[in-house]
């Protein structure tokens, strides 16, 4: 069994910063891939970035400059760093990740208000 547990949602105002964590426990022989995606209300969920196990990033054009994506490998966590929010940010966000050898796992969900 994986488990993934997210923290680090809230309620911000527009311009203002977040921090979203997500850690994964359990049977994990390695992880490889980790990502965060989004769903907004009435959309579908979109990639908002991804990194490999060695530290390679991608991210979508829409928080390119704003956002950061890393982790921690000893600590099985990957990070979200989300500065100069806007209200155009608000959506649940989601963990992913790719377990060697077991497959993709997601997380609960947090939610992130930008009020302008």
């Known amino acids: 069994q994986v488990q993934l547990v997210e923290s680090g949602g809230g309620l911000v105002q527009a311009g203002g910063s977040l921090r979203l964590s997500c850690a994964a426990s359990?049977?994990?022989?390695?992880?490889?891939?980790m990502g965060w995606y989004r769903q907004a209300p009435g959309k579908q969920r979109e990639l908002v970035a991804a990194?490999?196990?060695?530290?390679?990033?991608n991210y979508a054009d829409s928080v390119k400059g704003r956002f950061t994506i890393s982790r921690d490998n000893a600590k099985n966590t990957v990070y979200l760093q989300m500065n100069s929010l806007k209200p155009e940010d608000t959506a649940v966000y989601y963990c992913?990740?790719?377990?060697?050898?077991?497959?993709?796992?997601w997380g609960q969900g947090t939610q992130v208000t930008v009020s302008s």
């Open positions: 359990g049977n994990i022989f390695s992880i490889n891939a």
């Open positions: 990194i490999t196990k060695r530290g390679s990033t």
């Open positions: 992913k990740t790719s377990i060697a050898f077991v497959g993709d796992y």
